[in-house]
């Protein structure tokens, strides 16, 4: 995928998602943790629609049956379109998250590669052609810029590392003494 | 430490699947550690293996006998079972108790709650499986009750378990013994098969069929990001099982 489609990725959820690309990568992180995307919609103080979309594709939808059954039908279908708009700007966090780290590393390769060829070039018409590779593997502007371009893959792997940590942990081994950590078993 | 494979979770993409259920209540807890959740789900179950009357308290009593043999038939008043633990031993009892629940010939066995009993084999004898794959971290979690864990403290490094497997529990956990009303499962190859309630066909249940719908939508249109996450975070393995798919 090109530059400028992570680009226009990145600001479609900036205009569409309110929150912008925080509140994607927030969604993204979420989404590892719980291994499920959780949006939840109140009629009042009740939550009155649940939607998870699981990470094996399977979508569940829960309904307040007493809501249901006492809702006008225009009112029902008002907030069912704004709880399923809400469940599309949340998976939408993730191609967002994913535009973000492709740029990310795209920047450290090109902000090594201009750095390190302009050092180059400078070195190069400093001392020519003889002596150019000892100068350049003394030169900490060159070795910089090396370094900047191998961060580049190393911080796609640490960035896939960290959501595989997420999503292997989640929510479980929550110690359960801690007070307001983790959730009560049911009675 | 649990091998990172999401070669399971990966295959069920092939096929999507929207469930929509009317609760009577909601709340907003997230699921609770492992050991918690099993008993969880093996708490839900018993609830409605006593509410039909299978005489459960029967299937648990001490000296134990085979569940596969012993089926005490349905009675009017079942008591409950407290003693349930973390154990292949519960989820074997409880899916042996559903089966012959579902043997039985009783007006109480209604075709909703056959569905349920159903649910209950299915998904106990999974959770037996899963138990040959937990590793050595949780065993200090087996054939432990409800008040033994809570006496516990449950660090979230104290234990691992395979992904595929969090993933499968928590939609046990989640969905629990309550009725699906409507579920539309769509393949990747186009088919499209939905199951409604019966009595979902009399007027006045539009408002739900409009709900149910545009969570197909939703769902349909997810599925690229699903396939996007799985690929991103799963291993080369994966990635080639997902190309191939699409």
């Not at chain 2, 691992?160 to 939609?171: C, G, R, S, T, Y």
Request: a positive charge.
């Amino acid at each position: 995928m090109s530059p400028i489609a992570d680009v226009e990725i990145l600001l479609a959820t900036w205009r569409s998602a309110p929150g912008g690309w925080r509140r994607a990568w927030r969604d993204a992180v979420a989404f590892m943790t719980r291994r499920q995307v959780l949006v939840e919609t109140k009629d009042g103080p009740a939550i009155v629609l649940r939607t998870r979309v699981r990470l094996d594709g399977d979508v569940q939808t829960d309904i307040l049956r007493r809501w249901l059954d006492a809702t006008p039908r225009d009112a029902i279908e008002g907030l069912t379109r704004r709880h399923f708009q809400s469940v599309g700007d949340a998976m939408r966090g993730w191609p967002a998250v994913r535009a973000m780290v492709r740029l990310g590393t795209q920047l450290l390769v090109t902000l090594g590669a201009v750095a390190g060829l302009g050092s180059a070039i400078e070195t190069w018409l400093r001392v020519g052609w003889s002596s150019l590779l000892s100068a350049l593997l003394a030169d900490w502007w060159t070795l910089s810029s090396v370094a900047l371009m191998a961060l580049a893959p190393v911080l796609r792997r640490v960035v896939r590392w960290w959501l595989r940590r997420k999503l292997r942990n989640g929510l479980f081994g929550v110690d359960r003494k801690a007070p307001g950590d983790g959730s009560p078993a049911r009675p | 430490m649990a091998s990172f494979d999401l070669t399971e979770t990966a295959r069920s993409l092939l096929t999507m699947e929207a469930n929509t259920i009317v609760r009577d209540n909601m709340t907003g807890e997230p699921m609770p550690p492992l050991p918690h959740a099993l008993l969880d789900i093996a708490g839900d179950y018993a609830g409605l293996l006593c509410a039909i009357g299978v005489d459960l308290p029967a299937y648990f009593a001490t000296p134990r006998r085979d569940p596969v043999t012993f089926d005490p038939g349905l009675v009017d008043n079942a008591g409950s079972v407290s003693d349930l633990t973390v154990s292949v031993d519960t989820f074997d009892r409880l899916r042996w108790a559903a089966k012959h629940a579902l043997g039985a010939r009783n007006p109480r066995i209604t075709p909703a709650r056959r569905i349920l009993l159903d649910r209950i084999v299915n998904n106990s004898d999974a959770i037996k499986e899963m138990f040959k794959r937990f590793d050595a971290s949780l065993d200090q979690f087996k054939d432990k009750s409800r008040a033994e864990l809570v006496a516990m403290t449950i660090r979230r490094s104290s234990y691992a378990v395979p992904v595929d497997d969090l993933i499968q529990l928590q939609k046990m956990w989640d969905i629990g013994m309550e009725e699906i009303v409507a579920q539309t499962i769509v393949h990747i190859t186009g088919d499209i098969t939905t199951r409604v309630q019966s009595r979902l066909g009399q007027p006045g249940s539009e408002a739900l069929f409009a709900i149910h719908r545009q969570s197909i939508d939703v769902s349909v249109a997810c599925w690229r990001y699903l396939l996007d996450v799985i690929r991103e975070i799963a291993g080369t393995t994966i990635q080639a099982l997902i190309g191939r798919s699409r």
